[in-house]
């Protein structure tokens, strides 16, 4: 195996002469292996090894065993080792992240602290051929493109995963042949989280009765994937290079690029969120498929996307806008995606501006009636399309007002209700891109309200309305 992780480092030129590693080692079996196989190959790097652990706070006393196991091994090879803790509950509270989520975050957050820190130049994380499996299923799940099937890269900035081209049998063997002991958490085997669900009961039921070589199939379709993206990436920078003007903030798109291929646009228009605003978390293939269909429609149309960018058509041109003045200060965006919504057993709790707000999801029941009030709605969890906002009005918002699917600007219902124009933008808003399911305190969209072909029931509450 140790010849293996070598081929492959290099093969990605993982490693250069003379760099300090920080490892980040949690005293599970794969990061055992991981500082156990650095330690054996440091001399033919000419590398350095230092340790970070994490503890997240959520297993009490045994996390504090497996800090210090790895503080007692680090000792043991004489490695420097730094232990931070940090507090994943109350982050994921403040930053309405699933704990999964925030752990994540965290940890990276401490390792890029930490490799500062030290003076690193590589942090080494211990992904192997079964997470990368388990990622790639993960982003099909959820709906994800070709860029979700590349999986996780090789190298990415200073991170680097020598392990993606072991098995987790390998890496047992490895441990077991090397005498090397290391700590089990028990959180790994909780299908309360959904990767778990995936590694502990989808991979081994396709393995068992429908191919055993899913992980190494998987892994080919990642690598793929991350060729085809590569190259369709480097095709649409030139593309939007080309026909792409930014002035004031403002992102120009020459609309001659729709004499491309579908997927190289959906590359370039991508890349236009992008440099609008530089976070792409919330923008999925619903999105970039309506700027897609506005492009190719007769006259002048446009949509809102999440962190409040516009997005319109004028002529032969696409324009890119970020509506930072559209939104109050008193009420700024605030997006959830559908899997944190569906993934959050025991709901979401927001507290959004002077408001809380608290959103839960239950399975559509044929017998049970629905509250209904000013600041309590349900709505059909599976018609929202990718991304739920909470915000202010926006340019280009309207509302569904009846059941054969006619639609009204939102400034019409406003006018036609005679809402004041000093309260407009006060209200809050639930919507779904520039679609507006509740226009809290007055009215839901026809297009989302319950019926009996509804499967998940998303009911919210606004305290404070």
Same mark, same amino acid.
């Given at each position: 195996?140790?010849?293996?992780?070598?081929?492959?480092?290099?093969?990605?030129?993982?490693? #250069?002469?003379?760099?300090?590693?920080?490892?980040?080692?949690?005293?599970?079996?794969?990061?055992?292996?991981?500082?156990?196989?650095?330690?054996?190959?440091?001399?033919?790097?000419?590398?350095?090894?230092?340790?970070?652990?994490?503890?997240?706070?959520?297993?009490?006393?045994?996390?504090?065993?497996?800090?210090?196991?790895?503080?007692?091994?680090?000792?043991?090879?004489?490695?420097?080792?730094?232990?931070?803790?940090?507090?994943?509950? *109350?982050?994921? $509270?403040?930053?309405?992240?699933?704990?999964?989520?925030?752990?994540?975050?965290?940890?990276?957050?401490?390792?890029?602290?930490?490799?500062?820190?030290?003076?690193?130049?590589? +942090?080494?994380?211990?992904?192997?051929?079964?997470?990368?499996?388990?990622?790639?299923?993960?982003?099909?799940?959820?709906?994800?493109?070709?860029?979700?099937?590349?999986?996780?890269?090789?190298?990415?900035?200073?991170? +680097?995963?020598?392990?993606?081209?072991?098995?987790? $049998?390998?890496?047992?063997?490895?441990?077991?042949?090397?005498?090397?002991? %290391?700590?089990?958490?028990?959180?790994?085997?909780?299908?309360?989280?959904?990767?778990?669900?995936?590694?502990?009961? +989808?991979?081994?039921?396709?393995?068992?009765?429908?191919?055993?070589?899913?992980?190494?199939?998987?892994?080919?379709? $990642? #690598? #793929?994937?991350?060729?085809? *993206?590569?190259?369709?990436?480097?095709?649409?920078?030139?593309?939007?290079?080309?026909?792409?003007?930014?002035?004031?903030?403002?992102?120009?798109?020459?609309?001659?690029?729709?004499?491309? @291929?579908?997927?190289?646009?959906?590359?370039?228009?991508?890349?236009?969120?992008?440099?609008?605003?530089?976070?792409?978390? *919330?923008?999925?293939?619903?999105?970039?498929?309506?700027?897609?269909?506005?492009?190719?429609?007769?006259?002048?149309?446009?949509?809102?996307?999440?962190?409040?960018?516009?997005?319109?058509?004028?002529?032969?041109?696409?324009?890119?806008?970020?509506?930072?003045?559209?939104?109050?200060?008193?009420?700024?965006?605030?997006?959830?995606?559908?899997?944190?919504?569906?993934?959050?057993?025991?709901?979401?709790?927001? @507290?959004?501006?002077?408001?809380?707000?608290?959103?839960?999801?239950?399975? %559509?029941?044929?017998?049970?009636?629905?509250?209904?009030?000013?600041?309590?709605?349900?709505? #059909?969890?599976?018609?929202?399309?990718?991304?739920?906002?909470?915000? $202010?009005?926006?340019?280009?918002?309207?509302?569904?007002?009846?059941?054969?699917?006619?639609?009204?600007?939102?400034?019409?219902?406003?006018? *036609? @209700?005679?809402?004041?124009?000093?309260?407009?933008?006060?209200?809050?808003?639930?919507?779904?891109?520039?679609?507006? +399911?509740?226009?809290?305190?007055?009215?839901?969209?026809?297009?989302?309200?319950?019926?009996?072909?509804?499967?998940?029931?998303?009911?919210?509450?606004?305290?404070?309305?």
């Amino acid at each position: 195996m140790e010849k293996k992780v070598v081929n492959y480092i290099k093969k990605f030129n993982m490693l #250069d002469e003379g760099d300090k590693v920080l490892a980040g080692v949690s005293g599970g079996a794969d990061s055992m292996c991981l500082l156990l196989v650095l330690l054996k190959i440091k001399n033919l790097f000419n590398i350095n090894i230092s340790v970070v652990h994490v503890n997240h706070g959520l297993r009490g006393k045994a996390a504090q065993l497996d800090a210090e196991f790895v503080e007692q091994i680090c000792g043991r090879f004489n490695v420097e080792c730094i232990v931070r803790n940090v507090n994943v509950k *109350d982050y994921a $509270a403040r930053e309405k992240q699933s704990e999964e989520e925030a752990a994540r975050n965290l940890r990276y957050k401490m390792f890029a602290s930490v490799c500062r820190e030290l003076q690193c130049t590589k +942090i080494a994380v211990a992904h192997h051929a079964d997470d990368q499996a388990e990622t790639v299923l993960f982003q099909m799940f959820r709906g994800s493109g070709l860029k979700g099937l590349t999986g996780m890269l090789p190298v990415r900035d200073n991170i +680097i995963r020598p392990l993606l081209c072991v098995s987790r $049998a390998e890496i047992e063997d490895f441990l077991k042949q090397s005498h090397m002991e %290391y700590c089990t958490d028990a959180t790994n085997y909780s299908v309360d989280y959904t990767r778990n669900k995936i590694r502990l009961n +989808i991979l081994p039921y396709i393995k068992d009765n429908i191919n055993e070589g899913v992980v190494s199939h998987l892994i080919s379709i $990642a #690598d #793929d994937a991350r060729r085809a *993206d590569l190259f369709l990436q480097r095709e649409a920078q030139k593309i939007f290079n080309e026909n792409s003007v930014i002035e004031d903030g403002v992102l120009k798109l020459n609309l001659e690029v729709l004499k491309y @291929e579908e997927i190289i646009v959906s590359y370039v228009l991508r890349m236009c969120i992008e440099k609008v605003k530089s976070a792409m978390k *919330d923008i999925g293939r619903k999105h970039i498929e309506d700027i897609y269909n506005i492009a190719h429609i007769k006259g002048n149309k446009e949509i809102m996307l999440p962190y409040g960018i516009r997005v319109y058509k004028e002529y032969s041109t696409l324009i890119f806008k970020r509506q930072e003045t559209e939104i109050s200060e008193e009420q700024p965006c605030f997006t959830l995606s559908k899997e944190k919504i569906l993934n959050s057993i025991n709901g979401i709790s927001i @507290e959004y501006g002077n408001n809380k707000i608290v959103l839960k999801i239950r399975r %559509y029941e044929k017998n049970i009636k629905y509250t209904k009030t000013k600041y309590t709605n349900c709505f #059909d969890y599976d018609k929202i399309e990718d991304v739920l906002s909470l915000r $202010a009005r926006a340019p280009g918002d309207f509302i569904v007002i009846h059941k054969n699917g006619e639609k009204k600007k939102l400034k019409n219902y406003f006018i *036609d @209700e005679k809402i004041p124009k000093n309260e407009r933008d006060k209200l809050l808003i639930v919507a779904d891109g520039s679609q507006v +399911i509740w226009i809290v305190g007055y009215r839901m969209s026809e297009n989302y309200k319950v019926t009996e072909d509804t499967k998940y029931v998303l009911q919210m509450e606004i305290d404070g309305g």
